[in-house]
């Protein structure tokens, strides 16, 4: 239901969000969030595509946030990364009597993805990285890489 | 978040419950649900491997339910058709510290993914089509192709 690259993503944006927004290389990104580089490469490409990361070439460049992450919310992070359906307004077989109204199956369907967009839309990734939870994401990763946490040491 | 495989899966086993359980062949199936017949042939081979169909050659064969319909819910289907990463257990990042406990992003998705996982493992294929709802599922498809409805016309 939720993709493989769509977490990745997600990995990846919360990353850069916890180290102040960037810029940070692709190498750097995959060792720090466990994606493989090339696949990594891909989705970063999306993210910027999407307008949610910028990307700078040459010393000091890398990807970085291109907005606040008070201002991205899971659910953009979801859209840019991957080729869902998205909400269904209208029957996708383009049967003209129903009109606006949805047969059962695409009814279920819609519900659904209304829900898990209603939860992932009102969740921004700095909701993410200030959670009172127990676990942090990417947290021991951070603590074990050796990789500078801008000024301030991995919790 | 609901994959266009997942949806075209959907459409070949309501297509095939509606015309009590099958079998018909691709070339049928493609043509009621409006799927492109190479893309619907992965499709069905996928849900048959996972047990949901069986697949006969020959004169009166083709794809058939491989249980009833209402033994086979709409969970089923999409697990069958598409590769999610299903429900998260533990940190997919193999950080131990976490142990069982999630951190907030993937506790995120995992509530999302348990949530739609309730409402379609409790929606079996014989409900959409015993729905009471106005718009049949298929139905004007079912109407205008021509094609028999084992005895019965189209509604």
């Known amino acids: 239901m939720i993709t493989q690259t769509a977490e990745y993503a997600l990995r990846a944006v919360v990353y850069l969000a916890r180290i102040g927004g960037g810029p940070a290389v692709t190498e750097e990104i995959a060792e720090v969030t466990h994606v493989p580089q090339g696949y990594l490469a891909r989705i970063?490409?999306?993210l910027s595509?999407?307008?949610?990361?910028?990307?700078?070439r040459g010393v000091g460049g890398g990807f970085a946030l291109a907005k606040p992450a008070g201002t991205i919310s899971v659910w953009d992070v979801l859209e840019a990364a991957e080729s869902g359906i998205g909400r269904i307004e209208t029957c996708p077989l383009g049967i003209g009597e129903h009109g606006a109204s949805l047969c059962a199956l695409h009814q279920l369907l819609d519900d659904a993805i209304a829900s898990v967009e209603r939860s992932f839309k009102g969740t921004s990734i700095q909701d993410i990285l200030m959670s009172p939870r127990k676990s942090k994401p990417?947290?021991?990763t951070l603590g074990t890489t050796g990789i500078s946490i801008k000024g301030k040491r991995p919790e």
């Open 44 to 46: 970063l490409r999306d």
């Open 138 to 140: 990417l947290c021991q």
């Open 49 to 56: 595509r999407a307008g949610l990361l910028t990307a700078r």
